[in-house]
């Protein structure tokens, strides 16, 4: 049997088709690359995120439509546990790996000029219009809105040595809190800390004593493994000062954790549920495979990541603590393994929250409602007013259909306390 405190580079590195998976990416995004420069990203982007601050206004029908998903939720904001930041600095503090900066490394390249497209940016846009794009649409939306804005750790070393070339980007958490703090209608923060930091514990400390709760982790692309030892003293410290964990488990695919996908294996958290952190699953675990931990033996299966969620929720010791987040869970690359189950397990509803993933819903690419027509999750009427929304304003479609698909089997929706519970955060 695998030990969970096996080194990353120890780790199987996962199914065989990955690698080739991985050139396709490199090879179609170069193309895109050579091909475009901006225009080709622009597209697959959508730039919908400057359109409802333009003044464009709905159709009937689609406002008709807001309404019936408003109607029903009950009272307080809308809530959003995954709207993330980013910049280069300096001033700001931000910073990316110089790789995503050029055409020389151009799957890195096209994916960030993707991101900066769909927030509505260009190249040399300041770090500022990031913040001032998405509080714009936040405000913009038909009923108040609390997006948390996550910061991002570097990369470190089991040493506790930052480890700025395997790191993706940074975003400080100074500068998410003082984004929270300026726009605070609609913005709350959620820190980042790297457990192998010497500092770590006093860094939670820190941002625990300003009233700050949350805390992201991306184990595949920071390099942290929750299953090891090494997190014992920042698990304590989280649940002294009643800190809620918001963890990516999955296949990360938004930013290069391929080396270390493993490090996302729902299995890995039973360490830190066992040590009463209070877990947020970002995305519900909806992608990928990983090594069932829980089988004896040299050569553990592979399991669908979700399915090792599901398990995990089932538990009846991790009821009050283990939660999932549904953000991305309609993307065209996960819904068709995970969107039917969590609509109609209603039975879990109450352990779910709501995120976006702020800037993909703005990634039209990502969102193909023909193809969740076809599936049955929507009518083809219901598609019609959704791309409408969706080019008014992609934090509102992302809400809208959430609330309108359905289980194609049993026509069963997610509840509406989802869109408004702040979970353990409570």
């Given at each position: ?21 991985l050139l396709r ?13 901006g225009p080709l ?282 939660w999932g987040e ?101």
């Amino acid at each position: 049997m695998t030990s969970p405190e096996q080194s990353p580079s120890e780790l199987p590195s996962g199914s065989p088709n990955r690698k080739y998976r991985l050139l396709r990416w490199v090879l179609v995004i170069g193309l895109l690359a050579w091909l475009g420069h901006g225009p080709l990203i622009d597209l697959l982007a959508g730039h919908s995120a400057r359109r409802s601050l333009a003044g464009e206004s709905l159709s009937t029908e689609a406002n008709d439509l807001l309404t019936r998903c408003l109607e029903d939720l009950p009272p307080g904001p809308l809530v959003d546990f995954h709207a993330h930041l980013a910049g280069r600095g300096p001033d700001s503090g931000c910073w990316v790996n110089p790789r995503l900066l050029s055409p020389l490394h151009p799957r890195d390249w096209v994916r960030m000029r993707s991101y900066l497209s769909a927030a509505g940016l260009g190249p040399e846009s300041p770090d500022s219009a990031w913040i001032e794009g998405l509080a714009g649409l936040a405000r913009a939306r038909q009923r108040p809105a609390l997006h948390f804005l996550l910061a991002f750790d570097h990369r470190y070393s089991t040493q506790g040595l930052r480890d700025l070339e395997h790191s993706e980007f940074y975003v400080p958490n100074e500068y998410a809190h003082a984004a929270a703090e300026a726009y605070s209608d609609v913005f709350r923060c959620a820190i980042s800390v790297h457990p192998y930091r010497t500092d770590a514990v006093q860094e939670l400390e820190r941002w625990a004593a300003q009233g700050v709760r949350l805390v992201k982790w991306l184990p595949g692309a920071q390099g942290m493994d929750p299953a090891s030892p090494l997190c014992d003293a920042f698990y304590r410290a989280l649940v002294a000062q009643d800190m809620v964990l918001l963890v990516h488990c999955g296949e990360e695919q938004a930013v290069d954790a391929e080396a270390d996908q493993e490090l996302g294996n729902p299995l890995r958290l039973r360490r830190p549920l066992e040590a009463g952190v209070q877990i947020l699953v970002a995305h519900c675990a909806s992608s990928g495979s990983a090594l069932d931990l829980d089988v004896g033996g040299a050569h553990p299966p592979r399991v669908d990541c979700f399915d090792l969620f599901l398990r995990l929720m089932g538990e009846k010791a991790f009821e009050g603590q283990l939660w999932g987040e549904i953000s991305t869970v309609t993307q065209v690359n996960r819904y068709s393994n995970a969107l039917s189950v969590l609509l109609e397990r209603e039975d879990l509803h109450s352990r779910l929250v709501n995120g976006s993933d702020w800037p993909l819903p703005a990634v039209n690419v990502l969102y193909q409602t023909r193809a969740l027509k076809s599936a049955g999750f929507i009518t083809a009427e219901e598609r019609e007013i959704l791309n409408e929304i969706y080019h008014h304003n992609p934090l509102t479609f992302d809400l809208a259909l959430k609330r309108v698909v359905r289980s194609p089997k049993t026509g069963a929706r997610f509840a509406p306390q989802i869109f408004t519970c702040l979970g353990p955060l409570r």
